[in-house]
């Protein structure tokens, strides 16, 4: 049986152009979003959710073991990932952000945000090089939105707050990762699950 293109694309994931929107902040960084870059992308979602051997991680804090509030998956360089539209979201990234930067991302580090009391706490992407070079890290996130939060790491009173899911990508560039911090806070409002699925060059986490 004959069926139309539009009604088997109805819902298939797939990445549009890619074009995203700068807002420069200071002391050299910014950042780039691009609302909806992936369309269908609750099917990818979805795919993860089930797909993915996520990990509960445990680490010290102060005299104690606690629970990382969120799973995670971290792909390294050359590892198998996990769907082929992230793999074709990372050439696209790569190639986009190939003039700026010099060097492809290669890894891909994925979290699961469970519900609204799942988070990340302040801090920026500083382990390995980024804690003294420029570097650009950029997120996908899938299902629910929430937000992600950036500060001055000075002190400064500047204050960005993205809502961020289905499909939308947010990328952080220039000394973004050591003048600034970022958080994705609890919230107390009933949310979905969100997962984000973050870029980043190689020797930089
Ligand atoms: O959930 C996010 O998009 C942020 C995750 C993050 O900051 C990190 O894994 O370093
Ligand atoms: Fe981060």
């Not at 069926?3 to 152009?17: F, I, M, Y």
């Not at 089930?50 to 629970?67: G, I, L, S």
């Amino acid at each position: 049986m004959h069926r139309q293109g539009l009604l088997l694309d109805a819902d298939a994931s797939a990445l549009s152009a890619l074009a995203p929107r700068r807002t420069p902040l200071t002391l050299g960084a910014w950042v780039d979003v691009q609302p909806g870059w992936v369309t269908g992308s609750d099917a990818v979602f979805d795919d993860l959710l089930a797909a993915v051997d996520w990990r509960a991680d445990r680490r010290p804090m102060y005299d104690r073991v606690v629970d990382v509030p969120r799973l995670t998956r971290h792909y390294a360089e050359g590892q198998a990932l996990p769907h082929c539209l992230i793999e074709d979201a990372r050439v696209a990234l790569s190639r986009h952000y190939a003039a700026e930067l010099g060097e492809p991302f290669v890894t891909v580090g994925m979290c699961l945000y469970r519900d609204g009391r799942d988070s990340v706490a302040w801090h920026g992407d500083r382990d390995g090089r980024s804690s003294t070079v420029d570097t650009v890290v950029a997120i996908l996130s899938l299902g629910s939105p929430r937000v992600l939060a950036l500060r001055r790491r000075d002190g400064g009173p500047t204050l960005h707050r993205f809502a961020v899911g289905h499909g939308d990508l947010l990328v952080m560039g220039g000394s973004c990762q050591r003048t600034w911090d970022h958080a994705v806070p609890k919230t107390s409002a009933a949310v979905g699950p969100r997962i984000s699925i973050q870029f980043r060059v190689r020797g930089v986490r």
